[in-house]
């Protein structure tokens, strides 16, 4: 690990202005996915700023009849909330589907946003990645790519999106609020949030220089049945090969959010759609337009598998 340098931040201003004002700063609360990354030399930054002590960790209702969420409000403590297993149970599902206890203990709501994708060649220093240094190249496209993305993808970066609690998110809707260095405040939606490759792979979102995600709000509840199901090689402390984040109305309608599939947490409207035809035409208008490898093109057939299993989980809560 290198040297760096560490504040903690006294007020959302104080905190955004200082990793604005120096190259190469970071954010940093639970710290679970950036201090590896830090270990390993992936991240190098050179001045942390602490803004554990903002108070961005309470569970609120909003006037709306919504709920907003501050950004450090810790995983475990998220899934355990009474208001969101109630009207929000496919987040409390999807969260405790994450990590293992002790991470979800100490992760937050932004920082799970901000995961930064799990494929072998960006945590390997030795090989081409566009994310980790841009212009390298894609050691994925002709190596090991059983876990990696299969639609949004570019001949720069076939990465994945790891995280179950953003696939939550991007079904309910979700907005992500922040402020900048000039004390600006954004309401961002989650489906523009997170950015697929294209040629600039590693601009992961849309997120300013210095700027800090102070909440996630989600609008009113859905009702109807809550789902989610995830695919994975064990049954803890593993990713995504497929994950289904799903909602189904009392008045027959459906909306289905992905994990695994994509760069970013993967929603079609043509999906939810498709739902009366059934869980094998949900899962071709999901995956039009899917370029997968060799190796990871059994996540098409996974797919439409573990929707039948969704649609089975619906049918039994019914």
């Known amino acids: 690990m290198k040297p760096f340098t560490y504040e903690r931040a006294t007020s959302l201003e104080q905190a955004a202005k200082a990793v604005a004002s120096v190259q190469g700063a970071?954010?940093?609360?639970?710290?679970?996915?950036?201090?590896?990354?830090?270990?390993?030399?992936?991240?190098t930054p050179a001045h942390l700023v602490d803004v554990n002590r903002l108070g961005l960790d309470k569970i609120e209702k909003t006037p709306e009849g919504g709920l907003r969420i501050g950004a450090l409000v810790r995983n475990t403590d998220l899934a355990a909330d009474a208001t969101v297993r109630r009207d929000y149970a496919v987040l409390s599902r999807?969260?405790?589907?994450?990590?293992?206890?002790?991470?979800?203990?100490?992760?937050t709501t932004a920082g799970n946003l901000l995961?930064?994708?799990?494929?072998?060649?960006?945590?390997?220093?030795?090989?081409?990645?566009?994310?980790?240094?841009?212009?390298?190249?894609?050691?994925?496209?002709?190596?090991?790519?059983?876990?990696?993305?299969?639609?949004?993808?570019?001949?720069?970066?076939?990465?994945?999106?790891?995280?179950?609690?953003?696939?939550?998110?991007?079904?309910?809707?979700?907005?992500?609020?922040?402020?900048?260095?000039?004390?600006?405040?954004?309401?961002?939606?989650?489906?523009?949030?997170?950015?697929?490759?294209?040629d600039t792979p590693h601009v992961e979102h849309t997120l300013k220089p210095g700027e800090l995600i102070t909440a996630v709000t989600l609008p009113r509840p859905l009702g109807g049945t809550h789902v989610y199901h995830k695919v994975r090689d064990r049954a803890s402390y593993a990713f995504a090969l497929v994950s289904v984040a799903a909602v189904f109305g009392k008045d027959g309608s459906a909306r289905f959010a992905f994990g695994g599939l994509a760069p970013k947490p993967w929603r079609v409207a043509a999906a939810?759609?498709?739902?009366?035809?059934?869980?094998?035409?949900?899962?071709?208008?999901?995956?039009?337009?899917?370029?997968?490898?060799?190796?990871?093109?059994?996540?098409?057939?996974?797919?439409?598998?573990?929707?039948a299993s969704v649609f089975r989980q619906k049918e039994a809560a019914a």
């Open 94 to 107: 999807a969260l405790v589907a994450g990590a293992s206890g002790q991470l979800r203990n100490k992760a």
């Open 272 to 307: 939810d759609a498709a739902a009366p035809s059934g869980a094998k035409a949900v899962a071709e208008a999901a995956l039009a337009g899917a370029r997968p490898t060799e190796q990871n093109g059994f996540k098409q057939g996974l797919t439409a598998r573990t929707l």
């Open 26 to 43: 970071r954010f940093i609360a639970g710290g679970t996915n950036l201090l590896d990354l830090m270990k390993l030399q992936i991240e």
């Open 115 to 198: 995961q930064r994708t799990r494929c072998p060649y960006f945590y390997d220093t030795r090989m081409p990645c566009n994310k980790r240094r841009p212009g390298s190249g894609c050691a994925a496209l002709k190596g090991i790519s059983r876990g990696l993305a299969i639609i949004g993808t570019s001949d720069a970066c076939i990465a994945q999106h790891p995280s179950d609690m953003a696939v939550a998110m991007r079904l309910l809707d979700a907005t992500v609020e922040t402020v900048d260095a000039a004390g600006g405040r954004r309401a961002i939606p989650i489906a523009d949030f997170h950015r697929l490759p294209g």
